[in-house]
């Protein structure tokens, strides 16, 4: 499903740049992508105003696929969660997953009721790689869950992942590159900035 209308108001874009939780330049992600911006996922789920207003942005965008369920496969993602299950009707469950020390996730096994047979929109702050929502997504699976939708503040990976297609807020405003195809390296920006992540 493609949105008529944009994916974030210039208005939360406004209110992110004068709070700095967005910033411009040349960036390269740990995946080797290159983008024009830099989100601060901390600082705004750190911040209730800021993340409610993302989690708003993202529940419009569910607003009538009925869903049962928010899973989440990140600690970051929890809190993004929780807003946008809040301003869902009738408000959805939210479903986390926990690191293991084998560097597995697992949800818990009493959270398994919200998931099997249940409608499930799939939600990280960041996607990155896609290799955590990749394997997140079968985990939904295999526990019986249907998949409606992926959602995140920002997708730098594929548009779609495990099958899904992935609604990310500032994919439009700030798309990611492979290196051979960022307009910036192409015109001679050495500035790069590496982001851990």
């Not at 503040?153 to 051979?180: C, K, N, Q, S, T």
């Amino acid at each position: 499903m493609v949105s008529a209308a944009p994916r974030l108001s210039s208005t939360i874009l406004s209110y992110l740049k004068r709070d700095l939780l967005l910033r411009e330049g040349h960036f390269e992600f740990r995946s080797g992508r290159h983008t024009n911006a830099l989100l601060d996922r901390d600082l705004l789920l750190a911040d209730p105003e800021s993340a409610s207003r993302m989690g708003y942005a993202l529940a419009k965008e569910f607003f009538t696929n009925k869903v049962d369920t928010i899973a989440t496969p990140s600690i970051w993602g929890a809190g993004l969660a929780q807003w946008i299950a809040y301003f869902l009707e009738p408000r959805a469950k939210v479903v986390h997953a926990t690191p293991m020390k084998s560097g597995e996730r697992r949800i818990s096994e009493n959270l398994h009721v919200m998931i099997s047979g249940k409608r499930i929109v799939v939600v990280d702050n960041i996607i990155v790689s896609g290799e955590t929502i990749d394997q997140f997504t079968g985990m939904i699976e295999d526990l019986g869950g249907e998949i409606l939708r992926v959602g995140t503040l920002w997708d730098l990976a594929d548009r779609h992942i495990h099958g899904y297609e992935v609604f990310g807020l500032l994919d439009e405003l700030y798309p990611a590159w492979l290196p051979e195809e960022c307009p910036f390296c192409a015109r001679g920006d050495d500035d790069l900035e590496q982001i851990p992540y």
